[in-house]
């Protein structure tokens, strides 16, 4: 069930809900947030979307055929950023498709990683921080709970080591797999892995980045779950254990017509632009913004 919320402090007390029933530690890291400007957008890398062919042409069959050569061109993507990106990355092996891969998903290339944050208060900001009409979201996800239903799978079982799981994930995405007989393929990693990037930058320290990394399973994550898979407050506010707990996934919406509030009371907080984007740049944005919603008299 969905959580609606309208101002900061029932923000805090709903996410204090999640905390006191699905948490597993004493401290508030085993959860990650992200914020959507509209909430029926889904929890899919860039690389999976569906971008629409221009409108110039009106057969279906050939927009069909451009969402399908976008996704077939995922590592020519990749390699395309690495020949342009040499120059100023001189640091990164030309092999390491996992970095060059982080790197362009850092610098707005489509992947199949998706961005997360450790700080609900910034993914409430991203969340309510365009001038979409529609009503926003922010994704919960508990960790803990998150890696037992992602690592429930033969490759992770039988694998003792995240770099040769990540490295089949490069693998499949270079097609090293595609002419090999089925019977000798190795096993591939079918959901998404969670892992913590190296900080490349002081806007992801700001944002307390998190990333997700999708595996031969290009659906959303939404739609590989089962029901059991739902975090679901309990009315008591009671913390039940459950053995081998996958529930990881909640939501909770914003109207429409309170993020602007929203962006106010994060304001407050030292939650803007200026401090998500430090330099220059959100600096910049914080100002225009500032002066496009002037303080009330």
Known sequence: MDHVIHNISEFLGVLNRYKNEFSTTSHNDNFMFRG???????????????????????DVVSQKQYRKMYRSNESEILAHFRKEASGFLTNISQ???????????????????????????????????SES????????????????????????????TREIVIDRIMCEMRGDFIHMENSKRPPLKERPLFFL?????????????????????????????????????????????????????????????????????????????????PGLDGIGRYINKYYQNPPKC
């Open 36 to 58: 959507m400007s509209t909430a029926s957008w889904k929890l899919l890398p860039g690389i999976f979307r569906e971008y629409s062919k221009p409108e110039t042409t009106s």
């Open 95 to 129: 092999n390491d498709d996992f970095t060059w891969l982080q790197y362009a998903q850092h610098y707005g290339v489509p992947t199949r990683l998706l961005d997360f944050t450790a700080n609900p208060l910034v993914a409430l900001y991203f969340s309510c921080q």
């Open 133 to 160: 009409k529609d009503d926003s979201v922010v994704w919960i996800i508990n960790i803990n709970n998150f890696q037992r239903w992602s690592h429930d799978e033969d490759i992770c079982k039988s694998t003792n």
């Open 197 to 277: 990037p190296p900080y490349i930058d002081q806007r992801m320290s700001a944002q307390a980045s998190r990333f997700m990394l999708w595996g031969t399973n290009q659906f959303a994550l939404e739609d590989m779950i089962d029901e059991e898979n739902w975090m679901k407050l309990t009315s008591e506010a009671i913390s039940l254990w459950i053995e081998n707990d996958q529930r990881f996934l909640a939501n909770i919406i914003i109207p429409a017509e309170c993020k602007h509030s929203i962006i106010e009371e994060l304001d407050l907080l030292n939650i803007s632009s200026k401090t998500i984007f």
